[in-house]
C-alpha cells in the first residue's frame, strides 16, 4: 500500500504532535507511531518546561544558565532563540488545554513556577509532577480532533526513501539531487511494509535510553530517529554526550520510574546508607549542582561504599506539601510501601537523555533536503555537552514552529509536484524465524556492554572493548536480518546496535572530558583542542 501527504511525522511526543498541529493548517499530516499515541517519551516527563515568567528573572539568566550547563558547546544563537520564544509556547500551550500548576498566591491567575538544579532562578512550568503527561493529552486530543491529520498506531519506520538509496534509477539525469521522500514503514500488527510518501519527513522519534540497562525512558526509546536518519546518510553529531539521570527509584518491581529533579528543587537531600549528606564534598551547589555532577557523584559514592543506592530525602517538608506538590511520586512509592514522607527514596543513576542527534540548523533541517529532526532525536545545538533540566520539552516547542515555518516555504506551491516512483518492498527470499533468541539476546549484551563500558565514568580501554564487541554483534544482527522477516524487535535491535556504535565511536574520539562526558584517562576539559562538536 502506498500511503501520500505532504508531511510524514514519525513520532507522537510533543515534538512530533506540536509540528502536526501548525502543519495540518497547510496540507495533510501522516503520523506513524510504533505503540500507542500517548506512549511517547513527553508522556513521562514529570518535571516540566523552562520559561522566563516572573519579574525577579530574566532572558539573559536563562540563556546564562543554558551556556554553563553545556560546557562550551552549546550555540549561543540557538540558546538565544529558544528561551526567547519560551514564554509564547507556554501560552500556546494553554490556549491547546494545557492545565498547568497555579500558585496560593493572591494573584489566582500566576503559574507555580520551582526550580531544579542549574537555574539561578524559580522557572519550571509544572502540571504537578506530572507535567509531560498533560501536555501529551492537550496535544492529542487537539490532534485528534483534526481532520487533516491522519494518526497511523503500530506503525514503525524501517528505512528514509531518498533519491540515493531507492529512487535514482527512476529519475531522469537531471533529477538527481539528494531529497527526503518518506519511509517505508512496517506495519507491526499484519507484518504488511507499506510506502508513506511525503513532501517533507520529520524525524520527532524521541531518545536512545534503552541503550543502557538502566534507563528512566520508556521502551520505545530504542533510538530510531538516529539510526534510520544517519543509515540515509544524515549527519550525527555529539552521541558522546549521554545524560544520566541521578534519581530513578531503586526498586525491584519498577525498572524505570524517575524520582524529578523538583524533588531536589524543592528542598530534597541525597544521603547515604547511614544518612550523611555528601554532595557537600562533590560541589558548592550540593544537591541542586549540574545532572551529571550529581550523577557522577552518586556513582563515586556506590563505587568507594559498594551499597546498591543512595537515598533522596525529603522527609523535613511537611506532609502536606509533599502530597499536593508531588502526589505522582508519593502514590507510586506508596504503592511500593515507600512512604516519602516519612523515609527517603532508595535511588540509583540512570540514562535519561541523549543531547546529541541527527544534526540540524536552526529551522530543524537535516544535511538531507526534506528531511527535518526536532525534538530529542535531534542535535540542534541548544544543549551542547549538558542539558540544562527542563529545556527539553521547551526545544520541542520552539524548533517544532520553527521546522513547521521553514518546511511551509519549500512546499509553498508545488501541490501538484508529483511523486517519484518509488520501488515496493522487496522481502526476497526471508522466512520466518525460528530463533528469536538470538534477537534477545544480543539486546541484553548490547545493554550490558553500554552500561559497564561507555556509562557514567569511561576509559579509552572500556571504548576500545566495547567497539571490539559492538564490531561483532553488527555482523550478526545484519546477517539476520536479511535472512528472516522483520519484525518490530529485529527493526529495534537493528537501530539500538547503530545508536551503542555511535555512542562508541564518538566517545572515542573526544579526548577529554567535558559535560556528560567522563573518561579517566582524559579528566580535564580541554577548550583548545576539543572545544568543538563531535560530527559523524
Same mark, same amino acid.
Given at each position: 500500500?502506498?500511503?501520500?501527504?505532504?508531511?510524514?511525522?514519525?513520532?507522537?511526543?510533543?515534538?512530533?504532535?506540536?509540528?502536526?498541529?501548525?502543519?495540518?493548517?497547510?496540507?495533510?499530516?501522516?503520523?506513524?507511531?510504533?505503540?500507542?499515541?500517548?506512549?511517547?517519551?513527553?508522556?513521562?516527563?514529570?518535571?516540566?518546561?523552562?520559561?522566563?515568567?516572573?519579574?525577579?528573572?530574566?532572558?539573559?539568566?536563562?540563556?546564562?544558565?543554558?551556556?554553563?550547563?553545556?560546557?562550551?558547546?552549546?550555540?549561543?544563537?540557538?540558546?538565544?532563540?529558544?528561551?526567547?520564544?519560551?514564554?509564547?509556547?507556554?501560552?500556546?500551550?494553554?490556549?491547546?488545554?494545557?492545565?498547568?500548576?497555579?500558585?496560593?498566591?493572591?494573584?489566582?491567575?500566576?503559574?507555580?513556577?520551582?526550580?531544579?538544579?542549574?537555574?539561578?532562578?524559580?522557572?519550571?512550568?509544572?502540571?504537578?509532577?506530572?507535567?509531560?503527561?498533560?501536555?501529551?493529552?492537550?496535544?492529542?486530543?487537539?490532534?485528534?480532533?483534526?481532520?487533516?491529520?491522519?494518526?497511523?498506531?503500530?506503525?514503525?519506520?524501517?528505512?528514509?526513501?531518498?533519491?540515493?538509496?531507492?529512487?535514482?534509477?527512476?529519475?531522469?539525469?537531471?533529477?538527481?539531487?539528494?531529497?527526503?521522500?518518506?519511509?517505508?514503514?512496517?506495519?507491526?500488527?499484519?507484518?504488511?511494509?507499506?510506502?508513506?510518501? =511525503?513532501?517533507?519527513?520529520? $524525524?520527532?522519534?524521541? @531518545?536512545?535510553?534503552? +541503550? !543502557? #540497562?538502566?534507563? %528512566?525512558?520508556?521502551?520505545?526509546?530504542?533510538?530510531?530517529?538516529?539510526?534510520?536518519?544517519?543509515?540515509?546518510?544524515?549527519?550525527?553529531?555529539?552521541?558522546?554526550?549521554?545524560?544520566?539521570?541521578?534519581?530513578?527509584?531503586?526498586?525491584?518491581?519498577?525498572?524505570?520510574?524517575?524520582?524529578?529533579?523538583?524533588?531536589?528543587?524543592?528542598?530534597?537531600?541525597?544521603?547515604?546508607?547511614?544518612?550523611?549528606?555528601?554532595?557537600?564534598?562533590?560541589?558548592?551547589?550540593?544537591?541542586?549542582?549540574?545532572?551529571?555532577?550529581?550523577?557522577? =557523584?552518586?556513582?563515586?559514592? $556506590?563505587?568507594?561504599? @559498594?551499597?546498591?543506592? +543512595? !537515598? #533522596?530525602?525529603? %522527609?523535613?517538608?511537611?506532609?502536606?506539601?509533599?502530597?499536593?506538590?508531588?502526589?505522582?511520586?508519593?502514590?507510586?512509592?506508596?504503592?511500593?510501601?515507600?512512604?516519602?514522607?516519612?523515609?527517603?527514596?532508595?535511588?540509583?543513576?540512570?540514562?535519561?537523555?541523549?543531547?546529541?542527534?541527527?544534526?540540524?540548523?536552526?529551522?530543524?533541517?537535516?544535511?538531507?533536503?526534506?528531511?527535518?529532526?526536532?525534538?530529542?532525536?535531534?542535535?540542534?545545538?541548544?544543549?551542547?555537552?549538558?542539558?540544562?533540566?527542563?529545556?527539553?520539552?521547551?526545544?520541542?516547542?520552539?524548533?517544532?514552529?520553527?521546522?513547521?515555518?521553514?518546511?511551509?516555504?519549500?512546499?509553498?506551491?508545488?501541490?501538484?509536484?508529483?511523486?517519484?516512483?518509488?520501488?515496493?518492498?522487496?522481502?526476497?527470499?526471508?522466512?520466518?524465524?525460528?530463533?528469536?533468541?538470538?534477537?534477545?539476546?544480543?539486546?541484553?549484551?548490547?545493554?550490558?556492554?553500554?552500561?559497564?563500558?561507555?556509562?557514567?565514568?569511561?576509559?579509552?580501554?572500556?571504548?576500545?572493548?566495547?567497539?571490539?564487541?559492538?564490531?561483532?554483534?553488527?555482523?550478526?544482527?545484519?546477517?539476520?536480518?536479511?535472512?528472516?522477516?522483520?519484525?518490530?524487535?529485529?527493526?529495534?535491535?537493528?537501530?539500538?546496535?547503530?545508536?551503542?556504535?555511535?555512542?562508541?565511536?564518538?566517545?572515542?574520539?573526544?579526548?577529554?572530558?567535558?559535560?556528560?562526558?567522563?573518561?579517566?584517562?582524559?579528566?580535564?576539559?580541554?577548550?583548545?583542542?576539543?572545544?568543538?562538536?563531535?560530527?559523524?
Amino acid at each position: 500500500m502506498e500511503i501520500k501527504s505532504d508531511y510524514l511525522i514519525i513520532g507522537s511526543g510533543i515534538a512530533g504532535l506540536s509540528f502536526a498541529l501548525k502543519a495540518a493548517l497547510r496540507g495533510r499530516v501522516a503520523i506513524i507511531t510504533k505503540k500507542e499515541t500517548m506512549d511517547a517519551s513527553t508522556n513521562y516527563a514529570q518535571g516540566g518546561i523552562a520559561s522566563v515568567l516572573d519579574p525577579n528573572d530574566s532572558f539573559d539568566l536563562h540563556i546564562k544558565d543554558t551556556l554553563e550547563s553545556g560546557a562550551g558547546l552549546s550555540n549561543e544563537q540557538v540558546v538565544r532563540m529558544v528561551v526567547t520564544n519560551a514564554p509564547d509556547m507556554i501560552k500556546e500551550l494553554i490556549a491547546l488545554g494545557v492545565k498547568f500548576s497555579h500558585n496560593n498566591s493572591a494573584q489566582a491567575d500566576r503559574l507555580d513556577l520551582t526550580r531544579e538544579g542549574g537555574h539561578s532562578r524559580r522557572r519550571i512550568v509544572h502540571a504537578e509532577d506530572l507535567t509531560g503527561q498533560e501536555v501529551e493529552r492537550a496535544l492529542i486530543n487537539n490532534v485528534k480532533k483534526n481532520k487533516n491529520i491522519q494518526i497511523y498506531e503500530n506503525h514503525m519506520a524501517i528505512d528514509l526513501i531518498t533519491t540515493s538509496k531507492f529512487i535514482r534509477r527512476s529519475l531522469s539525469a537531471n533529477e538527481t539531487e539528494e531529497t527526503c521522500w518518506g519511509a517505508y514503514v512496517l506495519d507491526i500488527l499484519t507484518g504488511e511494509v507499506n510506502i508513506f510518501m =511525503s513532501r517533507i519527513t520529520v $524525524l520527532a522519534t524521541g @531518545g536512545t535510553g534503552k +541503550v !543502557y #540497562l538502566y534507563t %528512566t525512558n520508556p521502551d520505545i526509546a530504542t533510538g530510531d530517529g538516529v539510526a534510520i536518519g544517519y543509515r540515509a546518510g544524515a549527519k550525527v553529531a555529539n552521541m558522546e554526550f549521554i545524560q544520566f539521570h541521578p534519581t530513578c527509584l531503586y526498586h525491584p518491581l519498577e525498572k524505570n520510574f524517575l524520582i524529578s529533579e523538583s524533588v531536589r528543587g524543592e528542598g530534597g537531600r541525597l544521603i547515604d546508607k547511614r544518612g550523611n549528606h555528601f554532595m557537600e564534598r562533590y560541589h558548592p551547589l550540593k544537591d541542586l549542582a549540574l545532572r551529571d555532577v550529581v550523577a557522577r =557523584s552518586i556513582d563515586a559514592e $556506590l563505587k568507594k561504599s @559498594g551499597d546498591e543506592c +543512595v !537515598y #533522596l530525602d525529603i %522527609t523535613h517538608r511537611s506532609p502536606d506539601f509533599i502530597k499536593t506538590r508531588f502526589p505522582h511520586i508519593y502514590n507510586r512509592c506508596l504503592e511500593l510501601n515507600i512512604d516519602i514522607t516519612k523515609e527517603p527514596i532508595p535511588v540509583v543513576p540512570a540514562a535519561h537523555y541523549m543531547c546529541g542527534g541527527i544534526l540540524t540548523d536552526k529551522y530543524g533541517r537535516t544535511s538531507i533536503p526534506n528531511l527535518y529532526a526536532i525534538g530529542e532525536v535531534a542535535y540542534t545545538g541548544l544543549h551542547g555537552a549538558n542539558r540544562l533540566a527542563s529545556n527539553s520539552l521547551i526545544e520541542a516547542l520552539v524548533f517544532s514552529r520553527f521546522a513547521f515555518e521553514d518546511s511551509a516555504r519549500r512546499i509553498t506551491g508545488k501541490a501538484d509536484y508529483p511523486f517519484p516512483d518509488v520501488p515496493q518492498w522487496d522481502a526476497g527470499s526471508a522466512t520466518d524465524s525460528d530463533e528469536s533468541v538470538v534477537v534477545s539476546h544480543n539486546w541484553d549484551e548490547v545493554r550490558r556492554m553500554m552500561w559497564n563500558y561507555v556509562g557514567i565514568v569511561r576509559t579509552d580501554k572500556r571504548l576500545t572493548r566495547a567497539r571490539k564487541r559492538i564490531e561483532i554483534i553488527q555482523q550478526e544482527i545484519r546477517d539476520y536480518y536479511w535472512d528472516f522477516t522483520i519484525t518490530r524487535d529485529l527493526l529495534e535491535l537493528r537501530n539500538l546496535a547503530t545508536v551503542a556504535e555511535l555512542i562508541i565511536t564518538s566517545a572515542g574520539m573526544r579526548k577529554e572530558s567535558r559535560g556528560l562526558h567522563y573518561n579517566l584517562d582524559y579528566p580535564e576539559r580541554d577548550d583548545k583542542n576539543w572545544r568543538h562538536d563531535t560530527i559523524i
